[in-house]
């Protein structure tokens, strides 16, 4: 048994938001501010019976609550969350069959609505009387005390409109309880260092309250332990009489009264409480545990925690067990964060019915746990401008996407798997092919940012009423990916997160070549009179070049309009930037493409840069640039790094080529 299908209404910005939740862990992720802490309050506030206030209302709902009148439809404005729970035939079906409502045999789901609603003609009645209060503030000041919690059975999605409503079955929230257990370990943890907090046992008191549940529930457990505590009472007794005896003498002379004693009445959570703690350390340097450092607190408290929820959910024995975990990565280092994600669903797996939902902003995690336990929070637009939240099972509505692409559909979920589950975190994206220009990208997004914010300051200084707006690139929320020749299988995964993307490659002109075999296709310089295509598979597939015939006017015209930089991208979210005539040279690579806009800087720091050869070649310049630099470049690496480290050292600007500022510009309007 477990919860298939969740709808939730009008709760904050979650004002219409289906998430398919049949995997027994669920990764939810997204950027912030897309409703993953109010997905898990939601919860709380329902199945911890939490009270709900004005600002729990979606912002469309909270303008017409405040115009509240006769003829409002409150059932509309109502907070919901809406559960759809699936079970089998083998399944106990005692706690579940106070919701069944239709008998039929082959059916095996059940829908529960959590309804929180406003009472509306009390609200009225109270507007009417509050005096000199105006109705808004009256409203969002007292709204919570005319709000009312009810749980419903129903059949279909259609007996929730308001002509329908008589067919909704009012329960108990008690029968709930029954089927459903509910714990959450939320973000704000009560661990810290010594520095704040000196002296807190934060995990010597869990210890405490796991020992306390489990002696409850299973005493058996912990027979050896109480027989102790047993002895020691007995032992107590004669310890007390004599030390208490003139307390106990003067009590009876002055009170009169009988025999009066004080006896020993250990209890086993009081001597844990008291008088044990968590250490860390060997016998000879044992250290208490707020001296340890974060990371390990947190990762310690949460498991902790779970054992103790995961205890509490064998001893309940409800048929549906959910356990919400927020942020587990908070003060963690990536490699705590990867062995709790590898353990967590160890922990986990062995309690049925069991369900997990962690919500995270750690790549780590993502990456440590498969593509169908991913849901994806985006928000976006609805058509009166307020914002919904979308939950995606990102791999069902993927694959879906991929559906004529396996290969590249699998190429994405081993890459992101081991090298860039960032990109589910990031705002924008930037995609590059060779070493050189991932050596060098940092300081050409660097230098970029400093033009633009000298050129802001002279404008500010120009006109004082205008306002620094500004944000430098590097200020941005970027994941850079090394993706080689590879970006065209990023497409629908960017797509899908909507995620602005600059791809920067190479033209990769070539021509061909007669041999033994055939016609070869050889690389070559743009402007050579035998150059006819591209052998760049990111810019055919984005600017979608026609098939490949030599000779053929289609592919030449395109051909043509791709070296003009006349074609747009088959994704407005992915811009791809390549090459273009500079200084009266059109280069085919980065190498090329950087000599040519910073030959004479290279020629007077020759002695200093590395991954060269022939240097003598930078005494004259030139006359064709293109077999120049296949004469020069030894090591793209050593090359580049050169450079960097030059740039850094000596403060040399190199110049980034016109391609790549130009990609910059795009992204920064985004």
């Known amino acids: ?170 329960k108990s929230f008690k029968d709930v309880s029954k089927l459903i257990d509910f714990e959450i370990i939320h973000a704000k943890r009560s661990v810290s260092s010594s520095e704040e907090k000196h002296g807190m046992k934060v995990l010597s008191g869990l210890t405490t309250s796991f020992f306390n549940g489990l002696n409850t529930t299973a005493p058996d457990k912990f027979e050896q332990i109480n027989q102790l505590i047993e002895q020691m009472d007995s032992s107590l007794d004669s310890k007390y009489s004599s030390f208490f005896e003139n307390f106990l003498k003067s009590a009876k002379d002055f009170l009169g009264m009988g025999e009066l004693k004080v006896k020993s009445n250990l209890k086993a959570s009081e001597i844990l409480s008291d008088a044990s703690e968590v250490v860390y350390g060997d016998d000879s340097t044992l250290l208490p545990e707020y001296l340890n450092g974060l990371g390990h607190m947190n990762i310690l408290y949460l498991l902790l925690n779970i054992e103790i929820k995961k205890n509490k959910f064998e001893a309940n024995k409800k048929d549906i067990k959910l356990l919400f975990i927020e942020e587990p990565e908070a003060h963690t280092h990536p490699q705590l964060q990867y062995i709790f994600a590898r353990k967590i669903s160890e922990i986990v797996d062995g309690i049925p019915g069991m369900q997990t939902v962690i919500t995270t902003h750690s790549p780590h995690i993502v990456a440590s746990h498969p593509f169908e336990n991913i849901r994806y929070m985006s928000a976006r637009k609805d058509e009166n401008s307020f914002f919904n939240i979308d939950i995606k099972n990102f791999h069902q509505d993927l694959s879906q996407k991929y559906e004529s692409e396996p290969d590249e559909f699998k190429f994405l979920q081993q890459y992101l798997s081991i090298e860039s589950a960032e990109l589910f975190f990031a705002d924008k994206a930037i995609f590059i092919e060779g070493i050189s220009e991932a050596i060098l990208l940092q300081h050409f997004i660097s230098q970029f940012d400093k033009v633009k914010l000298d050129e802001e300051r002279a404008a500010i200084a120009e006109n004082p009423e205008l306002k620094p707006s500004y944000i430098p690139l590097a200020a941005q929320n970027i994941t850079v990916v090394q993706a080689g020749a590879n970006a065209a299988a990023f497409r629908h995964f960017l797509e899908f997160l909507q995620i602005p993307s600059l791809v920067i490659t190479d033209i990769d002109t070539s021509k061909p070549k007669q041999t033994s075999k055939g016609t070869r296709y050889v690389k070559c310089a743009v402007n050579d009179v035998d150059c006819c295509k591209t052998s760049n598979g990111t810019i055919m597939y984005y600017l979608h070049a026609p098939k490949f015939e030599n000779g053929d006017q289609t592919y030449a015209t395109w051909f043509e309009n791709a070296k003009k930089h006349a074609l747009d991208s088959i994704s407005h979210y992915i811009n791809i930037s390549y090459q273009a005539e500079e200084n009266g040279y059109f280069a085919r690579s980065f190498e090329d493409a950087f000599i040519n806009v910073n030959f004479d800087l290279i020629k007077s720091n020759i002695d200093a840069i590395h991954g060269l050869k022939n240097n003598d070649a930078f005494e004259d310049s030139p006359s064709n640039l293109y077999e120049f630099t296949q004469t020069v470049i030894d090591e793209k690496s050593d090359f580049a790094s050169s450079l960097l480290f030059l740039a850094h050292a000596k403060d040399i600007n190199w110049k980034a080529p016109s391609y790549i500022r130009e990609g910059f510009e795009w992204l920064q309007k985004l």
């Open 1 to 170: 048994m477990y919860i298939k299908e969740i709808a939730i209404h009008n709760f904050r910005i979650l004002s219409n938001t289906q998430m398919d939740f049949s995997d027994k862990l669920c990764l939810m992720i997204g950027r912030n501010n897309t409703g993953k802490t109010s997905f898990m309050v939601l919860f709380e506030k329902f199945l911890g019976q939490i009270s709900f206030g004005f600002n729990d209302f979606s912002l469309i709902q909270r303008k017409k609550i405040l115009e509240i009148d006769e003829y409002t439809d409150e059932t509309s404005l109502a907070i919901q969350l809406i559960l759809t729970i699936h079970y089998e035939e083998d399944d106990d079906l005692c706690n579940v069959s106070e919701f069944i409502v239709d008998l039929d045999p082959g059916r095996k789901d059940v829908n529960l609505l959590f309804e929180c609603a406003i009472k509306k003609q009390k609200l009225l009645e109270a507007i009417q009387n509050s005096g000199n209060i105006t109705k808004e503030k009256f409203i969002k000041k007292y709204l919570q005390d005319f709000l009312e919690k009810k749980v419903y059975t129903f059949d279909s999605i259609e007996d929730l409109n308001k002509d329908n409503r008589h067919r909704l079955i009012e």
